[in-house]
């Protein structure tokens, strides 16, 4: 502590800093000087009348917070500043007449102005203008423009990838009045300074870029006018880990949920409100997921789609398990016929044992295991698949136990395949979506 006011009270110091401060930034000020120049300056310039015959206009913009985005509107609302520049050499006065005056700040309805507007903007279409807001006169003729503003502008939103999007909006700036012969927009810099941007809780900025483009509008008489525009991006990555756990998480396992309904047995009498259940819950799902997408169809979200499929294989597996049950619970006095008995032996044991069986169990384990499941109804015939007997022992309880194998290997697969090729998409497919936004 002493130490630290030892320094801030040398002489020696004060003294350096004094020498710094001799620099033109912070000449001396005199304020009859600097009305002096006001005076002058005004006097000779008109506030509608632009400074030259084509005037080139420096446009950038700071970012400090990013709002919103809001998918469902397709609203990008950000806080930021246009700094807006331009050379009008009526404003110019000398270094040698006034010397401690560098800069003189007036109001914009003073001087001339570009009347630029936000091409793009949800809120209000106005030019840009703020009456309180000084604008600064060099004495070169430099006029610098910093306009605070909450840019709400409309955004193409694409929820393909979503939760794993990427957005790109644009800040489309324009001149109203000017068109491209009397006044050129030009980017100060290469992208929009986000160096101060607050940390946003769902969306990082990871990227900037400035073009300029041409605004074209024909008018009744054919004459087609050309308007100089430019085109800020701002490209924003989502942080997923928050939809990773309370979306992607739970379609997933209640996805895999379904197929518990052919591992319940039918004594339960559980199976069909278990799958409705679980269809239930895929519904809510869906309605959360729909909550986040816009409701335009130009892009359909991953997510959204595999959900619907989801749905379908719920609804399947309903179907599915309905007619095991009928199976499962019919007369055992009706005959069996051989179409059931071909299925029986060809395709459902076989393919059950397929890919239920470790590779060294034998099919003779799945048929007793089948015969546990269902109770004692047909005995013993261990060789019934194999052999010529099967057709004497099976019994509609033994078709039911097995459909039921072979509907959750069936279905199992096929939602393995699906949720993860979703998965690969959603979490794949952003990289490809950037590459076209490029372009
Ligand atoms: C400001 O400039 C005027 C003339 O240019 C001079 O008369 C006056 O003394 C100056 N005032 C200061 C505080 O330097
Ligand atoms: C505007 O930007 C261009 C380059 O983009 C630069 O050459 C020019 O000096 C700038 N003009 C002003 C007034 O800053």
């Not at 560098?102 to 279409?125: D, G, K, M």
């Not at 895929?282 to 986040?292: H, K």
Request: aromatic share 10%; net charge negative; with cysteine.
């Amino acid at each position: 502590m002493p130490r630290y006011t030892c320094i801030y009270g040398s002489g020696v110091l004060q003294l350096l800093l004094c020498l710094l401060f001799t620099s033109d930034a912070f000449a001396e000020w005199n304020t009859s000087d600097a009305q002096e120049v006001r005076r002058t300056i005004l006097s000779s310039s008109h506030p509608y009348v632009r400074p030259s015959q084509r005037t080139t206009v420096n446009v950038s913009l700071s970012l400090l917070t990013i709002n919103e985005l809001d998918v469902k509107t397709q609203r990008f609302s950000t806080t930021g500043w246009l700094t807006i520049k331009w050379v009008d050499d009526r404003l110019r006065w000398s270094k040698a007449k006034y010397p401690d005056v560098a800069h003189v700040y007036c109001p914009s309805s003073e001087i001339w102005t570009p009347q630029l507007f936000i091409v793009n903007s949800q809120q209000e279409v106005s030019i840009l203008e703020d009456e309180h807001v000084l604008l600064s006169v060099r004495r070169d003729g430099l006029v610098e423009w910093k306009l605070p503003r909450i840019f709400s502008t409309f955004c193409v939103v694409d929820v393909t990838y979503y939760p794993f999007d990427t957005q790109k909006c644009v800040i489309e700036v324009s001149s109203w009045v000017y068109t491209i012969q009397e006044l050129v927009l030009l980017p100060a810099k290469s992208s929009a300074n986000y160096e101060d941007i607050r940390p946003h809780g769902e969306w990082s900025l990871i990227s900037s870029s400035v073009f300029t483009e041409e605004l074209h509008e024909s008018r009744e008489d054919g004459v087609v006018e050309t308007y100089s525009q430019l085109d800020i991006f701002v490209e924003m990555e989502r942080k997923s880990s928050y939809y990773v756990t309370s979306v992607l998480l739970p379609i997933v396992l209640t996805s895999f949920l379904s197929l518990f309904v052919f591992l319940l047995p039918v004594e339960s009498g559980e199976k069909v409100g278990f799958i409705l259940t679980v269809l239930l819950a895929l519904e809510v799902l869906l309605t959360l997921v729909s909550d986040q997408v816009p409701s335009t169809s130009i892009n359909t979200s991953i997510l959204s789609v595999h959900l619907a499929f989801m749905i379908c294989f719920g609804v399947v597996c309903c179907l599915l398990t309905v007619m095991v049950l009928i199976i499962y619970e019919r007369d055992p006095a009706i005959p069996i016929s051989t179409q059931w008995k071909w299925l029986y032996r060809k395709v459902l044991v076989p393919s059950s044992c397929w890919s239920l069986c470790s590779s060294r169990a034998n099919k003779r384990k799945i048929n007793v295991k089948s015969n546990r499941h269902v109770g004692t109804l047909s005995d013993g015939d261990t060789d019934s698949i194999e052999g010529k007997g099967v057709s004497n022992d099976i019994s509609w309880r033994d078709i039911g136990a097995v459909l039921d194998h072979f509907f959750l290997v069936s279905m199992g697969t096929l939602i393995t395949v699906f949720t993860t090729g979703s998965l690969i998409a959603l979490t794949t497919g952003t990289s490809d979506f950037q590459g076209h936004v490029h372009h």
